[in-house]
């Protein structure tokens, strides 16, 4: 079975970006890239990839700060 979330990491940055597979696949078919919502960069990799949303927030802890999630704790 296909997963639905993966996990980038940018390369320049360091920040993570967790986005639908659906989504990319379609966007890439269209003829567009992928790019870092923090920097912009190009240069980003994928992590993994997850069935569940929490799974791919694990590794950190997360606040929710005026409404927003907010990362506070990366390991």
């Keep these: ?3 639905i979330y993966s996990c980038y990491k ?3 940055c360091k920040c993570e970006t967790i986005l639908i597979n659906e989504q990319v696949k379609v966007m890439k078919n269209k003829g567009k890239y992928l790019s870092c919502s923090y ?3 190009k240069h980003i990799e ?3 990839e997850h069935d569940n949303f929490k ?3 694990r590794h950190a802890a997360y606040r929710r ?3 927003a999630l907010r990362q506070v ?3």
């Design 73 to 75: 704790r990366d390991e």
């Design 55 to 57: 799974t791919c927030m």
């Design 39 to 41: 920097c912009g960069s």
């Design 1 to 3: 079975m296909e997963k």
């Design 10 to 12: 940018c390369m320049n």
């Design 65 to 67: 700060i005026h409404g």
């Design 46 to 48: 994928k992590i993994e």
